[in-house]
């Protein structure tokens, strides 16, 4: 057997060993969008204005697995990030949980649910958190109460957080017999804010599959405006410039 033979073998056991570690090694779902990371306590993304969404926090019970979770940053939208399923490279999406009643009415296990705290912390001075909203995803339906829901409590620099729409510092948003759910709120100020999101699948519901399939959380970021002295002193200082110019001339 010749060089360039045993060459050719060489590389395609590399090839081999590569396709094989690559399989065995967590990365992206192949139908995830670009930039998904899985679902885990350190997991963080940077955005463009400074803000940097972290999770803090993370507990999945009997009902959901947290090896198939995944992080997206939502496309074009700042400060956004969006939890899903997949179950491994180059699978296909699936719900985050969900429970079939096979006829009649049921009542839902009560460890199908997942707790995530998500850290929006501001890196750059100047830079604050005025607001979080939160959606949910997936199939539910109506008439025993809610099947599908998510409280969220924040958090902030400042304390505990009330403001608009979230008074009681919650944010709650429940599937009933609809395919989406938000709520959102907005507050003073904040260089921090953290959201614990609970999520389950609940109460008593009729035949058929109830779902949580994405969870999105979003949170809003202004820059501090600049003082009216500074505004002034910096126009100040250049009148002084441009007369210093005109003497010399």
């Not at 065995?24 to 998904?36: E, M, T």
């Not at 939502?74 to 969006?82: D, F, P, W």
């Not at 409590?153 to 510092?169: D, N, Q, T, V």
């Not at 202004?222 to 007369?243: D, K, Q, T, Y």
Request: aromatic content about 4%.
């Amino acid at each position: 057997m010749g060089k360039r033979s045993h060459m050719r073998i060489l590389l395609a056991i590399a090839a081999v060993l590569s396709l094989v570690l690559g399989l065995a090694r967590p990365g992206v779902a192949a139908n995830l969008p670009s930039g998904a990371i899985a679902l885990s306590v350190g997991a963080s993304y940077t955005f463009s204005d400074g803000v940097q969404v972290s999770v803090t926090g993370l507990s999945c019970g009997a009902g959901v697995s947290c090896s198939d979770l995944w992080m997206v940053p939502q496309t074009g939208i700042s400060n956004s990030v969006i939890i899903e399923a997949a179950s491994g490279i180059g699978q296909p999406l699936e719900s985050i949980m969900s429970y079939t009643c096979p006829s009649g009415l049921c009542s839902v296990p009560a460890t199908t649910d997942l707790s995530v705290q998500l850290t929006a912390k501001s890196l750059v001075n100047g830079v604050y958190l005025t607001g979080a909203s939160a959606a949910i995803s997936g199939t539910a339906d109506s008439g025993y109460g809610a099947a599908v829901n998510m409280n969220e409590s924040l958090a902030g620099s400042g304390g505990a957080i009330s403001g608009a729409g979230c008074s009681s510092g919650q944010l709650n948003v429940t599937l009933l017999n609809a395919s989406t759910s938000s709520d959102a709120c907005t507050f003073a100020k904040q260089t921090y804010v953290q959201g614990t999101k609970d999520a389950a699948i609940s109460g008593m519901v009729w035949s058929g599959t109830y779902a949580l399939n994405t969870i999105t959380e979003s949170f809003s970021a202004v820059p501090e405006p600049a003082s009216m002295a500074s505004l002034i002193s910096g126009v100040v200082a250049l009148a002084a410039l441009r007369g210093r110019r005109r003497r010399r001339a």
